[in-house]
Structures are given as C-alpha cells and as structure tokens.
C-alpha cells in the first residue's frame, strides 16, 4: 500500500486498486497522538503511585518512548485509515467501473 515509509501508492500493485482518492490528511497523527499519550500517562502515574521517580527518569525514559511510539505505529494507522475510507467507498473509491 506504501510507496514510502508514509506515502501511499497511487494503485495497488496486486490488484490495481486506485489508492490516490484517500483523504487521511490529519487524522493518523492524531489517532497516534491519542493512543500514545493514554500510554504515557498510564505508564507515568503507575511509575509515579507504585515507585518513588526523580523527574529526570521520565526525561530518559518517557521523552523517548514519546518520539519512537507514534514513528512506529502512524503507518499501521494510516493504512488502516486508507482501508476504511476504501470500505465505506469514499472519496471517489468505488465511483470508477473497470471494463
């Protein structure tokens, strides 16, 4: 479906599907944003009630943990954004006949 690590192809390379009418835009990043800052916050307050934390442990570990969490599932996201769009038919998928 990628072409790149975040750009979708313009069709399909199994079936031909033309992928160029998705709109995903914005919504990937937020839905990352979301899940990853639930994850966070979860993690911080268990490490916060169940241990005694000097504030620079969650700088060495929270900082980087909040840059390679959404790197690592935005093109799942993505994909799966793509894939609803096509199996709902919009944004022009599903308009065009194949002869």
């Known amino acids: 479906m990628f072409r790149a690590y975040l750009k979708v192809a313009d069709q399909c390379d199994v079936c031909g599907e033309e992928l160029n009418h998705h709109r995903a ?11 990853v800052g639930h994850i966070i916050v979860f993690l911080m307050l268990h490490m916060d009630m169940s241990y005694r934390v000097e504030p620079i ?7 980087p943990l909040a840059i390679v969490l959404p790197l690592a599932i935005l093109p799942s996201i993505k994909g799966a954004i793509v894939g609803l769009q096509w199996a709902n038919r919009m944004y022009g998928f599903g308009s065009g006949q194949k002869d």
Do not use: L, R
């Not at 835009?25 to 899940?35: G, W």
């Not at 442990?57 to 900082?63: E, K, Q, R």
């Open 57 to 63: 442990t969650y700088i060495w570990t929270m900082v």
């Open 25 to 35: 835009d914005d919504f990937p990043p937020y839905i990352a944003i979301t899940i």
